[in-house]
């Protein structure tokens, strides 16, 4: 072979990798292009059909008008006075619901005997919607904002529970023997094992106790509430203003959103070795 | 020379409902303080259930083992698992100087002692990446570092050669010896290679097709210390290759029919 001619088929295969990674490109762009427009597609078409009334305004106004509710909803603060209070019995619902679901869940996980007396307990409540107890809830705990909590933390509790206790069982093996096998004391195999093996399961619970959370805390405002964006929803439905309803269902699906990248960013954090 | 390690009569039975296998059966020997044994025996005979027997990680059915413990400050013995033996959320780092942290000595020590093995093993560049970005052959360098920097009376070594490729393999059989050679520590070393049971031990330890039992003892007593040229053309070496590969030949075919 003579000298520069290794350069060259070299050079030439970087070149057809090169055109292989901008045509990889171009889809991944194109992808994204899709995700971003068709969402704006179907509010131009619901915008269309609307102002042409070829779907009845009064149940589907058009967004523009919508957004322009949000806006004036924004400025007298109504929005965010019912936003901070949703924001706040969400927040404290969760850490109610969650932080108690981890605890009982690796207590669950690691010893066999508290996981043979309290799953059932655990499997028979589960099934049961916190929704159905909140005339009971309402009894117990009043209207103000605890009983929304209770609420919360009563549905955000079960998917954490279950999750965390099947991340601690499904811990391989061989890392309880390796752990073993050079002496861990309990401290150490808790949190150099346990705790960290069943992170990632542990995420996924968290991650749905959140998804439930979000539905919960409409549905619990719709009955005995005075405040919060499902209690929005609920009296501008009830006083037929539905520019204001759809502003509330627009406010949930934004923090829906909103809450999901967070997690996902915080799992990204804390697990780096997926 | 003392005795370290004595098995006597060693039973394993796996009982389950309507099938039990009994994985080793009345298995004797005794282990000389600082001796090096290999043990070799085809797939499924029950090498890996005697280590973790030994390691305390599984109950045996009958007879009885004794090991002696010389130090109280050191620890008995380190296992260098089979497979998959690293820990997938600690770093490189972390999984080395495990055994270390764990027994809470004082950081400036594991830290020396976790850097050292790391560059024995060569994967000091690699300390802060995660098991995931390894290859197999690194994975294990990592489980073989972990077991030495932990610097037990006794290793036990699972085929720890097995995943990795000829060039790292001569270097790490050689860092063995020479780890071996210094410290004078009891090594139980499982391996499917000859070679490499011909290359590294004082006596080799002959297996059976399941039930597992020793059927034969082969002193190895070529000098040291030991090349692999060397013992590629020692005659004495080449008779016993044979010997070993002839017998482990006929339990094959034993286990087969
Ligand atoms: N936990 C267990 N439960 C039931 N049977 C087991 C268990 N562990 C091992 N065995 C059985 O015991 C026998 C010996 O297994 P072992 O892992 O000790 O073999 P080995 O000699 O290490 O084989 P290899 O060379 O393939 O690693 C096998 O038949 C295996 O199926
Ligand atoms: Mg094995």
Known sequence: MRPGENMKISHKAVEVEQQEWKKRRLKERMKQMLTIASPIILLLVWECLSRTNLIDVRFFPPPTKIIGTLFSMIYSGELFHHMWVSLYRIFCGFLLGAIPGIVIGLLMGLYSPIRHSISPIVMALMPIPTLALLPIIIILFGIGDFSKVVTIAGSVFFPVVINTTAGVINIDSIYLDVAKNYGASSKDFFFKIALPGSLPVMMEGIQMGQAIALLTIVAAEMMGATSGIGYLIWTSYKAFMLQEMFVGLILISFFGYLFSLLLRFIQKKILPWR | ?257
Not at chain 2, 90 to 117: A, C, W
Not at chain 2, 156 to 170: G, I, R, S, V, Y
Not at chain 2, 181 to 198: G, M, N, P
């Open chain 2, 1 to 257: 020379m003392d005795t370290k390690i004595s098995i006597e009569n060693l039973t394993k039975v796996f009982y389950k409902k309507n099938a039990s296998v009994t994985a080793l059966d009345e298995v004797s020997m005794d282990i000389a303080e600082g001796e090096f044994v290999c043990i070799v025996g085809p797939s499924g005979c029950g090498k890996t259930t005697l280590l973790r027997i030994l390691a305390d990680l599984e109950t045996l059915s009958a007879g009885k083992i004794e090991i002696k413990q010389d130090k109280k400050d050191r620890p008995l013995q380190s296992m260098v698992f089979q497979e998959r033996g690293i820990i997938p959320w600690l770093t490189v780092e972390e999984n080395v100087s495990f055994g270390l942290k764990m027994r809470h000595l004082p950081i400036q020590q594991v830290r020396e002692r976790t850097d050292y093995y790391l560059q024995k093993v060569g994967l000091d560049q690699f300390k802060k990446l995660y098991p995931k970005e390894l290859s197999g052959g690194m994975k294990q360098r990592v489980s073989i570092a972990r077991a030495f920097a932990n610097d037990p009376e006794i290793l036990l070594m699972d085929e720890p050669f097995a995943a990795l490729d000829e060039q790292n393999k001569f270097i790490l059989q050689e860092e063995l010896l020479s780890i071996w050679e210094e410290t004078k520590k009891t090594v139980i070393f499982i391996t499917h290679s000859i070679d490499e049971a011909l290359l590294l031990s004082d006596r080799i330890l002959l297996m059976s097709a399941q039930p597992g039992k020793i059927i034969k003892e082969i002193k190895n007593d070529s000098p040291r210390p030991r090349k692999i040229e060397q013992m590629r053309a020692n005659q004495k070496t080449a008779e016993h290759f044979i010997e070993i590969l002839n017998h482990l030949h006929e339990e094959v075919q034993k286990s087969r029919s």
